[in-house]
């Protein structure tokens, strides 16, 4: 009867466990799912906009270049609206990145806003240059001045973005430990049965081994230690 009621109870048991790690693992998924979906959220469109942004930026450039080229002067009049209409794209794009969770208490918004306005500020003095007709100077100016800021800028942008990418490789690693710790946890509360019977095996196993011991061993007295054995004589 009491064999019956063991067998009984390490079955109930079994399913309980088999049950529990089911439902645990279930929710770790879930949440494991859910955190990847938040970094995703969070690095995808950041990553987007600084896409966008470094592709603005290369098209003002070009059009610089096309606008004070000798060869394309009859064209300026054409390019320099559209030079201006990209410059304040990357205006917004550039607010967008800065106001981006990812980047708060984080000195990547600022210098990216700063480097917005400090290069906006020169496309429109290379502008007005051009607009003035003094092309030769706003090819100068071009060189010696818009260039370099649109260098630092790609500069700033290219440090936002390695952030990013360190940002998401860190957190990907600590759900990568988190999902090893808690699945050798579920392994180990999966695995109660083998562990209870390996504690059992080794238990039964030290008792054959002190009675083993205590029968071929007399010379050491184990006899005269158990219990119901007589004293010897004096």
């Known amino acids: 009867m009491f064999t019956r009621r063991v067998r009984f109870w390490l079955v109930v048991g079994l399913l309980v466990s088999n049950l529990a790690v089911g439902i645990l693992s279930l929710f770790f998924l879930r ?3 859910q955190r990847y979906a938040v ?3 969070r690095s995808i469109p950041v990553v987007n906009n600084l896409r966008t942004l470094t592709r603005e930026l290369g098209a003002v450039q070009r059009l610089a270049r096309r606008i004070v080229d000798p060869d394309n002067e009859p064209n300026w009049k ?3 609206p559209l030079m201006d209409d990209i410059s304040t794209k990357t205006r917004v794009h550039a607010l967008d990145i800065s106001n981006a969770e990812l980047f708060k208490e984080t000195p990547h918004a600022d210098a990216i806003v700063a480097m917005s306005r400090e290069y906006d500020a ?6 007005l240059l051009v607009h003035a007709g003094k092309l030769s100077e706003a090819n100068h100016y071009n060189i010696d001045t818009l260039r370099p800021a649109y260098d630092n800028y790609q500069l700033k942008l290219d440090a936002a973005a390695d952030y990013v ?3 998401g490789n860190n957190l990907r690693d600590r759900y990568t430990q988190e999902s090893r710790f808690f699945g050798g946890l579920l392994l180990a509360f999966a695995g109660w049965p083998v562990i209870a019977a390996g504690i059992a095996v080794l238990v039964l196993g030290l008792l054959i081994i002190t009675l083993l011991v205590t029968i071929f061993t007399p010379e050491f007295g184990w006899n005269k230690r158990l219990p119901g054995n007589p004293k010897p004589n004096a």
């Open 122 to 127: 020169k496309v429109d003095a290379f502008l």
């Open 39 to 41: 970094l995703f959220e």
């Open 78 to 80: 054409e390019l320099s």
């Open 31 to 33: 949440s494991v799912n």
């Open 165 to 167: 990418e360190n940002q």
